[in-house]
């Protein structure tokens, strides 16, 4: 199915990279341009660094330090409204923390997701028993209701596993992702019924990292490694824990988990192997 439901956050990522384009192509610095308009230096960077929203206002005051044409300024300016519209996942309130609130809309708009999972299946992959069992021991103070919109929310993020644009999607587990006994016996055959399937996907590899294979690079934990489309922002590292997260963009930080990866992928056993495995666990959950 084609993934036509709104973006707001490909587009402000979109809108900063331009004009972070047309600056330095125009070797202009942030304290030059925000002289100009009557913005402070520290709210324009935070605009360039994606903390703050660009509003159509801003780029009409910066088309003229930026020396943007007319068919320019109007292209940015559309972008802008469209980045100030609501993300289809808004309609699911306090589902999204605000924390949260931007991976949503990258991991819709990725080229491509690389991840390491040491402790649970990722979103993308869990059923909605999994999930269950997963916000009943980790958030026990939610009510029914609430802990059933994080589903609903969770279940509709994995939309883009059948759209049209569909990232190329890489999971590493941790062998005790698929060892743990999350919600069950029952809950768990049919969570790695829900891999194995999954897996079969031309654009989807899953591997599984052995205990055998003792101490490894990302000993630290679960990350993300995010690919964005061409010309739209720098690759991107996501950290979540328990409330909260970080998003690391920073060269040495790329090239350090980027390494991470590789390491875990070359340790890892290979998909077909992985799956076999997978379904060795399987029989254990009767």
């Known amino acids: 199915m084609p993934n ?49 929203k660009i509003l159509p206002r801003t780029v009409r005051l910066l088309a003229e330090p930026l020396n943007l044409t007319n068919a320019q300024k109007n292209e940015l300016i559309t972008l802008a409204k469209e980045a100030e519209q609501h993300g289809w996942w808004t309609e699911y309130g306090q589902a999204v923390p605000k924390w949260f609130d931007s991976y949503v809309g990258l991991e819709a708009a990725a080229d491509s997701i690389r991840t390491y999972e040491n ?4 979103g993308l992959l869990q059923t909605p028993e999994y999930a269950r069992a997963v916000y009943l021991a980790a958030q026990p103070h939610l009510s029914e209701e609430e802990r059933e919109r ?33 919600g069950g016996p ?23 990292l052995p205990y055998s294979i003792g101490a490894h690079a990302a000993m630290d934990g679960r990350f993300v490694l995010l690919t964005l489309p061409e010309h739209t922002a720098p690759d991107l590292v996501y950290i979540e824990y328990s409330y909260g997260s970080l998003y690391l963009d920073r060269k040495d930080d790329l090239k350090r988990y980027s390494w991470m990866f590789e390491q875990l992928r070359a340790d890892a056993l290979a998909p077909s192997t992985s799956s076999s495995l997978i379904r060795q666990v399987m029989k254990e959950f009767t």
């Open 186 to 208: 029952a809950v768990m055959r049919d969570q790695l019924t829900r891999i194995l399937q999954t897996a079969e996907a031309p654009n989807v590899r899953i591997q599984v």
């Open 119 to 122: 402790e649970l299946v990722h």
């Open 150 to 182: 994080y589903i609903e929310l969770r279940m509709a993020r994995q939309e883009v596993l059948t759209s049209t644009e569909c990232p190329d999607l890489w999971f590493i587990l941790n062998e005790a992702v698929i060892r743990r006994v999350v």
């Open 4 to 52: 036509t439901r709104p973006n707001p956050t490909l587009r402000n990522l979109k809108l900063r990279e331009k004009l972070r384009s047309l600056r330095l192509e125009q070797g202009k610095r942030i304290e030059d341009i925000a002289e100009s308009v009557g913005l402070s230096v520290s709210a324009l960077s935070r605009m360039e660094n994606g903390d703050r």
